[in-house]
């Protein structure tokens, strides 16, 4: 499961006085507020209302942009990895919410998303799924040949992701892979070439990810269980402090190899210090017993990425006198 939400049916609405406890779900935000009503469920859909996972998404594709051009990237190819983001993330969760349309409404939390509280039919969710896949296509005429077959690469992979909880432990990496493959991208499309310094900064980016996506996934391990889903948290078990932490430790030892790789000016090494320490905060705060909070710490990764465009300009921008 992830930490994405949808509007509820009217119909399934509760009485007045009564309001289920939805966690992840706000009644009276700017897609109730300011959509037209028919938008709406296409906009939670692809969880426009719930903008973390596509900041989780860019902003270490950004950190990567700013690597790949020693310095400021241009607005355009800003621009173009930006919408790439927002639409690559909106595929995932359309289809995320297509192969779980049958378990979602077993699940206090999700039963009022658009396609299982009937909202959106199957087929209108599966065309607007090729209609952002449509938008998407039209970004490879702004990148070049080798970022043009990468994007493509990505597609199965995006698509995928929803079927591996149910025969992996590991669907974390799986998302990994895909949320950060814009580094690679940010790489290929600027200088044409992916060296290991940057594969380095990406497979970093992947355990990172794996760590912080396994905290939230103990917030649903009770209803995964109930649902025959598996995750990294069920593997974790009581252990999960200690993975996690491992997992943020070799993620940092591959910033800080991969920054003096790239040869990159010693404010780079500070700023990733002080990503080493929040890090250090999560492990110290979660309490695997404890899952409430894990929302909070999941949250809290955005940080994390906005230091790591901080690290690269830091490192680029700087000088290092």
């Not at 990294?232 to 943020?248: E, K, T």
């Amino acid at each position: 499961m992830r930490p994405d939400t949808a509007d509820p049916a009217s119909a399934a609405r509760p009485g007045p006085g009564r309001r289920p406890d939805l966690s992840d779900m706000r009644h009276d935000d700017w897609v109730a507020r300011w959509l037209p009503a028919a938008w709406g469920p296409y906009a939670r859909l692809c969880r426009l209302d719930r903008p973390v996972g596509t900041w989780l998404t860019l902003l270490p594709a950004l950190a990567a942009l700013v690597q790949a051009a020693d310095g400021w990237p241009t607005l355009w190819r800003v621009f173009i990895f930006s919408l790439g983001a927002l639409l690559m993330r909106g595929v995932g969760c359309t289809f995320n919410d297509i192969f779980d349309r049958n378990f979602d409404h077993r699940v206090e939390r999700t039963r009022f998303r658009p396609l299982t509280s009937g909202q959106l039919t199957l087929r209108a969710a599966l065309w607007f799924a090729f209609a952002q896949l449509l938008v998407a296509a039209t970004l490879l005429l702004a990148i070049n040949s080798m970022s043009r077959w990468l994007a493509l690469a990505l597609v199965p992979l995006v698509v995928i992701y929803p079927l591996c909880k149910r025969y992996t432990y590991w669907p974390q990496v799986v998302l990994g892979i895909a949320f950060n493959w814009g580094m690679l991208m940010a790489w290929s499309d600027t200088r044409d070439v992916v060296p290991w310094t940057a594969v380095a900064m990406w497979v970093g980016a992947v355990v990172w990810q794996v760590g912080y996506d396994a905290i939230y996934a103990y917030i649903d391990m009770r209803d995964d269980r109930m649902l025959g889903l598996r995750s990294a948290a069920m593997r974790f078990g009581d252990r999960g402090r200690f993975w996690i932490g491992l997992l943020y430790a070799v993620a940092v030892a591959l910033w800080f190899a991969a920054g003096a790789g790239m040869g990159l000016a010693w404010p780079y090494h500070l700023v990733m210090a002080g990503i080493a320490v929040h890090l250090a905060w999560q492990v110290k705060t979660f309490d695997v017993h404890r899952p409430e909070g894990s929302l909070k710490l999941f949250r809290s990764n955005m940080q994390v990425g906005v230091l790591l465009i901080v690290a690269a300009l830091a490192g680029t921008v700087l000088p290092a006198g």
